[in-house]
């Protein structure tokens, strides 16, 4: 990427930033004036609705003598039945009359306002009469309920197909029941139970003290979680009596004013037939259900069924404990490879520092052998530049030697040439004396070379012994 794109998509990125933020501040705008609308719009209701209940609480006689107190007279026109003219007459001097007279400045509250006032009215009758209704229309509706149900296929059938099927569902419901405050103490028996034959096994194979600890940790981790659990039902059931408490004296205090309507209390009934019918079908057949439960309990079924759910809920308690202990055994194969894995690491490592501390052994070997050659090499130099100043040497000699030959060769040819000249001259004496002179030189001169050459054979043998 360019410095060119990188440029374009850090604008491109701000420009999306800055669109997202004008945009979330427009949203934000309009939320709040919406919500301030018809918060507005809501407070004005609620205070409006909350003055006119106040003006009912009064009454109008003494919000007329309110009224009256200040110079304000409060007026009452009867109407059809449906809306009523309710106005004030204010000023000085104010004289009798309708509320639309001339002269006076009046103020008539809405028909709106007065079914809100109506509406208002009949929900709170509807809710002082509410639980006498309720109590009234539940016993009617039981009554029609119990007949109709009693009344499927003939007296005797009916009840006889409502047995069968409330048989079923209250063996379920006994079941569940007895599991429910059964368990615990079978929970309790079936552990003891695992427990002492895992001990007995764990002892068997020689780990009592291992065996112990994984025991006593399993207890407490149980221990632990039941009194959590303990703790939450309590906690739990404590909440649900409080508020049981409090709605009960709210409920109570709603229900102590009482006003008696037909019409309200009609319409009252005919809703709450159609809310409860459900519920009270539910209370029939409990009611049923608690006949045929105590029918059972008299012909002796209700054992049978204990023995069952004792039976399922200790097959449960083992499934869980053995699906446990086969947690624990995973857990403890987990935790045995975590450990053979660093094991073989740790031995991995250390073939590692072996394979290294070889490598530095054989560099270390190297470098010697390699210095050990170059040792050799110097010294096989060092004999070589000797061999060959001594081969220099030797050459050097012999060629002094040849050169000596060959002018001892000389004086013997000069010395042959002038005893051949002096042989026929008469002093013969004299020349005798100086050819002996001559030749004694050359003896010595030959016994010198003789040394010299001896010196250089001495000093080659030498080398080469080395």
């Not at 009840?159 to 929970?187: D, Q, Y």
């Not at 809703?271 to 009270?280: I, R």
């Not at 002179?437 to 001495?458: D, H, I, R």
């Amino acid at each position: 990427m360019t410095s060119h794109d990188h440029l374009i998509g850090i604008s491109l990125g701000i420009a999306a930033t800055i669109f997202a933020c004008v945009a979330a501040t427009i949203a934000l705008f309009d939320f709040c004036r919406i919500s301030y609308g018809s918060g507005f719009k809501k407070g004005a209701e609620s205070e409006r609705e909350r003055v006119v209940q106040q003006l009912l609480r009064l009454g109008p006689r003494r919000l007329g003598r309110i009224c009256g107190d200040v110079g304000v007279r409060f007026m009452v026109r009867e109407g059809d039945g449906e809306h009523v003219g309710v106005g004030v007459d204010v000023g000085d001097g104010v004289k009798g009359g309708d509320y639309e007279g001339e002269g006076e400045d009046v103020r008539i509250i809405e028909e709106e306002i007065i079914r809100d006032i109506k509406r208002e009215l009949k929900s709170e009758l509807k809710k002082n009469m509410e639980w006498e209704v309720k109590q009234e229309v539940r016993g009617e509706l039981k009554r029609e309920i119990r007949e109709e149900m009693v009344g499927k296929g003939g007296d005797g059938e009916g009840i006889r197909i409502i047995k069968e099927e409330l048989t079923r569902e209250i063996k379920k419901e006994l079941k569940s029941e007895l599991k429910k405050n059964m368990e615990w103490e079978v929970r309790q028996e079936v552990r003891k139970e695992l427990k002492a034959e895992t001990r007995e096994r764990m002892v068997g194979k020689g780990g009592d003290g291992e065996g112990i600890r994984i025991i006593k940790e399993e207890i407490i981790r149980e221990i632990k979680k039941e009194l959590r659990s303990e703790i939450k039902k309590k906690l739990e059931w404590e909440v649900r009596q409080e508020v049981r408490k409090e709605l009960k004296a709210t409920i109570r205090e709603e229900m102590v004013k009482e006003e008696n309507t037909r019409d309200i209390k009609r319409e009252l009934k005919s809703e709450l037939k159609k809310n409860m019918e459900w519920e009270v079908r539910q209370e029939v057949r409990g009611d049923l259900k608690r006949e045929i439960r105590e029918e059972m309990g008299r012909n002796g079924v209700q054992g049978l069924l204990v023995v069952e759910a004792r039976r399922d809920i200790r097959e449960e308690v083992r499934r869980e404990m053995e699906r446990e202990r086969q947690r624990e055994r995973e857990r403890q194969m987990e935790r045995e490879r975590e450990m053979e894995r660093e094991r073989q690491m740790e031995r991995e490592r250390e073939m590692e520092r072996e394979r290294q501390m070889e490598r530095e052994r054989n560099i270390r070997n190297t470098e010697i052998e390699r210095e050990r050659q170059r040792q050799m090499e110097r010294e096989r130099n060092i004999r070589n530049t000797e061999i060959e100043r001594e081969a220099k040497r030797t050459a050097s000699k012999e060629r002094k030697e040849r050169e000596m030959e060959d002018r001892i060769r000389e004086v013997e040819r000069k010395v042959e040439e002038k005893s051949g000249e002096n042989l026929t001259q008469e002093n013969g004496n004299g020349n005798e004396s100086e050819s002996e002179s001559e030749s004694e030189s050359v003896t010595g001169s030959e016994e010198v070379m003789m040394t010299e050459t001896t010196t250089t054979e001495s000093v080659i043998a030498r080398t080469r012994l080395r």
